[in-house]
């Protein structure tokens, strides 16, 4: 049997370079600190732990297809009608599935230049064309996007905050670049990271996903919520969009035990506003240590920072990476994205946040591991 006679992938699989999450485990004895994918440090809402524990004696029984009771949560938290939310297997689930119910083979979706690598993999996996709109100082850039658009678009994915770069557009600029798009094409809002963003000219996008026609807004319960590794997300839109979803997404994408935890952590809004004032305390604190160092930091309003690193090869962001991992830091290597001499870094602990800096001081300062 030839090559040629075995099961080949469509067009676009093999161009995909594989999603690389960020590492767990330092190069040294101990790992320290884990500041590599944008968790939260206080971890889920005890009332999210106890609902999980108190379904584990269901586990041979299949969860609620349509997360009927996860979807009424959110609603009363966001005052949506429960049937204009579809819930997925992490938002990442709900992002692809869009891909593949609105990219026909050699149709296009954009991005934005430094934005968030699940598009792009998305996009090549439905058979369509990535299409990468230039950043403003690491920023989305509406006009960019806008001109970028073509008789084979199809798809916007909009990451708002944007991840790697924490940066933002403001609501007046999301609002003009719906205006600017024809109405077939779908404006997809990435607003992972809303519950952390202190900044009035910023808007999830939660009404224009409810009242325009081509606007889907998709959140997660990974960050903020503590539960990454239970894989909770949802989606808000238009009434036809929610439809296709519901039709193409798995019966039972949700597991019971995640469900269960997601609407106690909704529940328990003091431990999100703990894990929010503390944010709100140390993101400026580490950028603030980090200038002063004299390094440059990408001004951020998510829950963790880009740290761009010297020309020097003994004081880039490589070998900054190998010197942390000595020490059991872990941050995250951004070559991916376009930054090969910078490293992302999570907004942690207090001592988290401390020995980060200090390693950070020391590495600069030419001591070692």
């Not at 894990?275 to 993101?283: G, K």
Request: with cysteine.
């Amino acid at each position: 049997m030839s090559e040629q006679d075995l099961p080949t992938p469509r067009p676009g699989v093999l161009d995909i370079a594989p999603y690389v999450p960020g590492k767990s485990k330092g190069t040294g004895a101990v790992t320290r600190h884990k500041l590599s994918s944008n968790e939260t440090p206080f971890g889920p809402s005890p009332g999210a732990m106890a609902a999980y524990q108190a379904e584990l004696g269901n586990l041979h029984l299949y969860p609620d297809g349509s997360a009927t009771a996860l979807r009424q949560a959110i609603g009363a938290a966001h005052g949506i009608d429960p049937e204009r939310i579809v819930c997925g297997f992490g938002s990442d689930e709900l992002l692809t599935l869009l891909a593949h119910i609105y990219l026909s083979p050699g149709d296009e979706a954009i991005h934005s230049q430094h934005g968030f690598l699940v598009y792009r993999i998305a996009t090549l996996a439905a058979g369509g064309l990535p299409i990468v709109a230039p950043e403003t100082e690491r920023t989305t850039d509406v006009d960019a996007i806008l001109a970028a658009v073509g008789p084979r678009t199809k798809l916007v994915y909009l990451a708002n905050p944007n991840n790697p770069t924490g940066t933002y557009i403001p609501e007046s600029d999301v609002r003009r670049l719906h205006a600017g798009l024809p109405p077939h094409v779908l404006l997809v809002l990435d607003a992972a990271y809303a519950e952390y963003v202190r900044r009035n000219d910023y808007d999830a996008g939660l009404e224009l996903a409810l009242t325009a026609g081509n606007v889907v807004m998709t959140r997660t319960f990974s960050k903020i919520y503590g539960l990454a590794a239970l894989r909770i997300g949802w989606a808000t839109g238009p009434a036809p969009v929610l439809d296709a979803l519901n039709r193409v997404r798995g019966p039972f994408n949700v597991a019971g035990p995640a469900q269960a935890a997601a609407i106690a952590a909704l529940a328990d809004t003091a431990h999100l506003a703990l894990a929010a004032d503390h944010n709100d305390q140390w993101l400026p604190r580490v950028s603030s240590a980090l200038d002063e160092l004299g390094l440059e930091v990408t001004p951020s309003v998510g829950n963790f920072i880009l740290i761009h690193f010297p020309d020097d090869p003994r004081r880039n962001a490589h070998a900054a990476d190998a010197f942390l991992l000595e020490r059991g830091i872990i941050l995250r290597r951004m070559d991916a994205y376009g930054f090969p001499n910078a490293l992302r870094m999570t907004i942690g602990s207090e001592a988290a946040n401390r020995d980060t800096v200090e390693a950070i001081a020391d590495f600069l300062a030419g001591k070692k591991p």
